[in-house]
């Protein structure tokens, strides 16, 4: 009697599992799935009888690559309006801290998004979730932090939550209360970290909203000590933290997510040695997002050979946002990692996989093909995993595996 619920044949597995090549490559593999989970991955030698005796469907990879399902780990997908005219205003010689003094940036995102409903706010993250989930993403983080108040704080993360309902992917949400000051705050950042670790985070605690709080440490932003107060309230309602840190400067973000075991620090542009020798001993995930510094036009690049040398494991990501990232192609931020930060292929692709999943603080559960894990993975029409980095502009999916079903083909 069938004991797997489906097996896929003739396949070229890229677990990621590491140790061995960088890859964890499987040639002339199989992979079989029972209750939504890897029930076995190996070669196809090895398995234990004949296919069509093993499980009840038997599926032809013909071929293809399988990797584990794509994870985008740091976006701020929900938020309506768009800020075009402040790229063109970048165009035009303006910085990005220009921008945010003379009332634009964040602000400007706040208010349309104040002003708009739930219903509103799904409908306009639905083209940019559909985008990633068209290139094999499965998991996606989505934060808060254009509203600047409860109630639209509050209401971006019941949206989030909702498209994680009405679409095939997991949704982890992220509080971002801590994002920007808001206009009726101005000149009184502590008063409003005062409401944000007070009132604000502990009532989407309460609601459920919130898997995880992030902060964002830097000059325009949050002083450390600020950060530190929310980071401490997330602990206190034991929710997991990261920080936006080091992006424009230096502002020891970086070490501050570490001495609170943060998930993450991401951006790290500026990161120290001094940031990366903690967050090593932390086990925060570096997230790196060459989108922003694309669109930014950057010239200060994340120390990759730092994070190296400490092993730190390093994430990349959309950072998704109206911006300083309207990218919606995880694929093109592989590239972007390999021809701008000078990953290998086999490191940016363990970014948006394995240590995305880490992360996301889901390593555990997913993000390479191992047996016990939730079956999420994908099927690629290519001939070696370095295409995922190598082609621009391409989308080489051909079907996706959510939980061990079939939802993009």
């Known amino acids: 009697m069938a004991d797997w619920d489906d097996l896929w044949l003739d396949a070229h597995l890229a677990t990621m599992v590491p140790g061995g090549d960088a ?21 196809h030698a090895d398995l234990p009888g004949a296919p069509h005796a093993l499980a009840r469907r038997v599926h032809d990879a013909r071929g293809t690559w399988i990797t584990p399902a794509l994870i985008d780990c740091h976006t701020h ?30 602000l400007s995102t706040v208010r349309a998004t104040r002003a708009a409903d739930e219903d509103a706010l799904v409908a306009a993250a639905t083209p940019r979730l559909e985008a990633l989930l068209s290139e094999g993403v499965t998991v996606v983080e ?21 498209l994680g309902r009405d679409f095939p992917v997991t949704v982890v949400t992220t509080f971002l209360g801590a994002h920007a000051l808001p206009p009726e705050y101005a000149g009184r950042s502590g008063d409003y970290i005062a409401f944000v670790a007070d009132r604000a ?3 989407v605690h309460r609601q459920g909203l919130a898997d995880a709080v992030d902060v964002f440490c830097e000059r325009i932003g949050f002083s450390a000590a600020e950060t ?131 992360a996301l603080g889901l390593g555990a559960e997913r993000g390479t093909l191992a047996t016990g894990k939730v079956a999420d993975f994908v099927t690629w029409d290519i001939a070696r995993p370095a295409e995922l980095a190598y082609r621009v502009g391409a989308n080489p999916r051909r079907q996706v595996v959510r939980t061990g079903t079939i939802v993009g083909a």
């Open 228 to 358: 530190e107060r929310v980071l401490a309230a997330a602990r206190a309602l034991g929710l997991p933290v990261k920080v936006h840190a080091e992006q424009l400067s230096d502002q020891g973000g970086a070490a501050l997510a570490a001495r609170y075991a943060a998930l993450s620090a991401d951006h790290l542009e500026y990161l120290s040695d001094e940031g990366a020798r903690a967050m090593a001993a932390a086990g925060t995930v570096a997230v790196l997002l060459p989108g922003a510094f694309y669109t930014l036009r950057e010239t200060r690049l994340p120390p990759i050979e730092l994070l190296r040398r400490h092993g730190v494991p390093i994430a990349i990501a959309t950072d998704c946002n109206p911006g300083s990232s309207p990218v919606t192609s995880l694929l093109l931020m592989i590239n972007m990692a390999c021809t701008l930060f000078r990953l290998t292929p086999a490191e940016a692709l363990a970014g948006v996989t394995r240590e995305a999943a880490r």
């Open 77 to 106: 997908l929900v938020y309506a309006g768009d800020r075009a005219a402040e790229f063109e205003m970048r165009l035009e010689g303006a910085s990005y801290e220009d921008v945010a003094r003379a009332g634009g940036g964040i």
């Open 201 to 203: 985070l502990p009532e």
């Open 142 to 162: 989505i934060k808060s932090g254009y509203g600047l108040d409860l109630d639209t704080e509050a209401r971006m993360l019941a949206a989030a939550r909702r």
């Open 23 to 43: 890859y964890g490559v499987i040639a002339n593999g199989a992979l079989a799935v029972r209750e939504g989970r890897i029930a076995w991955v190996g070669a």
